[in-house]
């Protein structure tokens, strides 16, 4: 079946011996446009096998020399960004430039992370004994970091390229190997993106590529015992796969439900702009996303009909075209979110739109009068619908922000730098943002989530530090 796209293994490109495929759904026409293969848990411990003896040799390599690899990589990726930002606009239905943005992103990222690792990892610790209580100076101790060994990424569908290759990254300049394991949508931009790594000129195996049904692989690769880490990216799956997991260090992003708090005396036209892009940039599929607005009674009318303003010169329709609001991702996820839509109706939220709906494509809505009995009040979407909350002050948003099971990002509308200080403090989650909606980036940034939003720290510096381990050696003297 020759338009199945083939897997990555051992340095060559593969066809499955299970003889089966996974089709890949275009959101906006909802038919299939490409074929992955459907790997087999053997094929799983073959590559596994393979990554273990490859990372070996790999940990030996000199850092410059990984880090010449990468930087290699980052710059046949941003060569290739206008085919692979193709297969993100059929896959995932991200907007066109966008879709150009993410490659460009990641290739910016692989080459600050091959400069940071060449920084970070070349230098240890060198430690004496005498400044803890009794010792004499007779021991010296030199610290230095130590690949873990196999690394596991799982990149979600939001982003198949960047959130792959800031996992890739950290694991390869650290000296680990590398399987990844792309989102079914995103998977042929992934391969696309591994054949850039592969290009370059890496050793064979140590970077892999499998894809597969999750149901027939996804919980083989993540108990799998020879994976020594493990680095999700997506929704309550990675809740499941931390319980089930060994005892290995790992690295989740989840959801979120980013509030985003406006004071009285905020400027509330970048308020509105920032929850117009915060909310409906990629449709609202961003764990990132602006998710629900706790604003000031006083300033709630003003506020709202500033948002209304702006979404009307939202373009709705096809990736292709550029539009700003394009299908949601899957059939079930609309449904999912209609689900919301139409429970907030039914309890009384006033539309300041009309609710629109074709296929996979909804219409921006902003849902104004939201009551905290709402399941938009604490629900994700993961679509173009944003609930807003009128509140009378800000204890009563940080109450309803801390109130969630998420703790990603959140930010805070005001002029008074001392009360957004404050209220970031109070607030329970991995980032605030000041004055500017929740995002990611820049990727040097640290990035987390509390709560059911993660375990661990990413951004760059966090990641090549997370995907190694203290090796010491002391040097005792007579
Ligand atoms: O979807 C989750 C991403 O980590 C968010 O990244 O803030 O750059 O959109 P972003």
Same mark, same amino acid.
């Given at each position: 079946?020759?338009?199945?796209?083939?897997f990555?293994?051992?340095?060559?490109?593969?066809?499955?011996?299970?003889?089966?495929?996974?089709?890949?759904?275009?959101?906006?026409?909802?038919?299939?446009?490409?074929?992955?293969?459907?790997?087999?848990?053997?094929?799983?411990?073959?590559? &596994?096998?393979? =990554?273990?003896? #490859?990372?070996? @040799?790999?940990?030996?390599? +000199?850092?410059?020399?990984? %880090?010449?690899?990468?930087?290699?990589?980052?710059?046949?990726?941003?060569?290739?960004?206008?085919?692979?930002?193709?297969?993100?606009?059929?896959?995932?239905?991200?907007?066109?430039?966008?879709?150009?943005?993410?490659?460009?992103?990641?290739?910016?990222?692989?080459?600050?992370?091959?400069?940071?690792?060449v920084?970070?990892l070349?230098?240890?610790?060198?430690?004496?004994?005498?400044?803890?209580?009794?010792?004499?100076?007779?021991?010296?101790?030199?610290?230095?970091?130590?690949?873990?060994?196999?690394?596991?990424?799982?990149?979600?569908?939001?982003?198949?390229?960047?959130?792959?290759?800031?996992? &890739?990254?950290? =694991?390869?300049? #650290?000296?680990? @190997?590398?399987?990844?394991k +792309?989102?079914?949508?995103? %998977?042929?931009?992934?391969?696309?993106?591994v054949?850039?790594?592969?290009?370059?000129?890496?050793?064979?195996?140590?970077?892999?590529?499998?894809?597969?049904?999750?149901?027939?692989?996804?919980?083989?690769?993540?108990?799998?015992?020879?994976?020594n880490?493990i680095?999700?990216?997506?929704?309550?799956?990675?809740?499941?796969?931390?319980?089930?997991?060994?005892?290995?260090?790992?690295?989740?992003?989840?959801?979120?439900?980013?509030?985003?708090?406006?004071?009285?005396?905020?400027?509330?036209?970048?308020?509105?702009?920032?929850?117009?892009?915060?909310?409906?940039?990629?449709?609202?599929?961003?764990?990132?996303a602006?998710?629900?607005?706790?604003?000031?009674?006083?300033?709630?009318?003003t506020?709202?009909?500033?948002?209304?303003?702006?979404?009307?010169?939202?373009?709705?329709?096809?990736?292709?075209?550029?539009?700003?609001?394009?299908?949601?991702?899957?059939?079930?996820?609309?449904?999912?979110?209609?689900?919301?839509?139409?429970?907030?109706?039914?309890?009384?939220?006033?539309?300041?739109?009309?609710?629109?709906?074709?296929?996979?494509?909804?219409?921006?809505?902003?849902?104004?009068?939201?009551?905290?009995?709402?399941?938009?009040?604490?629900?994700?979407?993961?679509?173009?619908?944003?609930?807003?909350?009128?509140?009378?002050?800000?204890?009563?948003?940080i109450?309803?922000?801390?109130?969630?099971?998420?703790?990603?990002?959140?930010?805070?509308?005001?002029?008074?730098?001392?009360?957004?200080?404050?209220?970031?403090?109070?607030?329970?989650?991995?980032?605030?943002?000041?004055?500017?909606?929740?995002?990611?980036?820049?990727?040097?940034?640290?990035?987390?989530?509390?709560?059911?939003?993660?375990?661990?720290?990413?951004?760059?510096?966090?990641?090549?530090?997370?995907?190694?381990?203290?090796?010491?050696?002391?040097?005792?003297?007579?």
């Amino acid at each position: 079946d020759g338009d199945v796209y083939k897997f990555y293994a051992d340095g060559e490109w593969k066809k499955s011996d299970s003889g089966k495929f996974v089709p890949i759904i275009n959101p906006t026409t909802r038919n299939t446009h490409f074929k992955v293969q459907a790997c087999s848990q053997e094929e799983v411990n073959k590559i &596994i096998e393979t =990554a273990k003896s #490859a990372q070996k @040799s790999w940990a030996k390599t +000199p850092l410059w020399k990984r %880090a010449e690899l990468l930087h290699k990589a980052a710059a046949i990726l941003k060569e290739h960004r206008a085919p692979i930002a193709e297969c993100l606009v059929k896959e995932i239905a991200k907007p066109a430039k966008d879709a150009v943005t993410e490659v460009v992103r990641s290739g910016d990222l692989v080459s600050y992370c091959a400069e940071e690792g060449v920084r970070i990892l070349g230098e240890g610790k060198f430690l004496v004994s005498d400044s803890f209580p009794g010792n004499e100076r007779t021991k010296y101790c030199l610290t230095s970091k130590i690949p873990l060994g196999v690394v596991l990424a799982i990149p979600p569908f939001n982003y198949p390229v960047n959130l792959a290759v800031s996992k &890739i990254a950290p =694991a390869l300049i #650290a000296g680990n @190997s590398l399987v990844l394991k +792309p989102p079914t949508q995103g %998977a042929v931009a992934a391969l696309h993106m591994v054949h850039c790594f592969h290009l370059a000129g890496f050793p064979k195996g140590l970077m892999s590529c499998i894809t597969g049904k999750g149901s027939e692989i996804g919980d083989f690769l993540t108990m799998h015992p020879g994976v020594n880490c493990i680095s999700f990216t997506g929704g309550d799956t990675g809740i499941a796969i931390s319980k089930r997991a060994s005892m290995i260090p790992l690295q989740m992003e989840l959801g979120g439900k980013d509030a985003c708090i406006i004071l009285e005396d905020s400027d509330l036209d970048l308020a509105a702009a920032n929850i117009v892009k915060g909310g409906f940039s990629y449709s609202g599929q961003r764990c990132t996303a602006v998710k629900v607005v706790l604003v000031m009674e006083s300033v709630a009318d003003t506020l709202v009909e500033k948002v209304k303003t702006k979404l009307a010169k939202l373009t709705v329709g096809p990736p292709e075209d550029d539009c700003d609001i394009t299908p949601v991702i899957t059939e079930s996820s609309a449904n999912f979110i209609e689900g919301l839509v139409m429970d907030a109706k039914q309890k009384g939220a006033t539309f300041c739109q009309e609710y629109k709906r074709e296929g996979n494509l909804i219409w921006p809505l902003l849902l104004d009068h939201v009551r905290p009995d709402m399941r938009i009040a604490w629900e994700e979407p993961f679509g173009p619908v944003l609930p807003v909350l009128r509140i009378n002050s800000a204890e009563e948003g940080i109450n309803h922000c801390n109130a969630s099971n998420f703790g990603l990002q959140g930010c805070v509308f005001t002029r008074d730098i001392n009360k957004a200080i404050l209220i970031s403090d109070a607030m329970e989650t991995g980032t605030v943002q000041i004055n500017s909606a929740p995002a990611r980036g820049p990727d040097h940034f640290p990035f987390q989530g509390l709560k059911d939003s993660g375990i661990g720290s990413q951004g760059i510096t966090n990641s090549i530090n997370m995907m190694t381990k203290i090796k010491s050696t002391v040097i005792n003297l007579p």
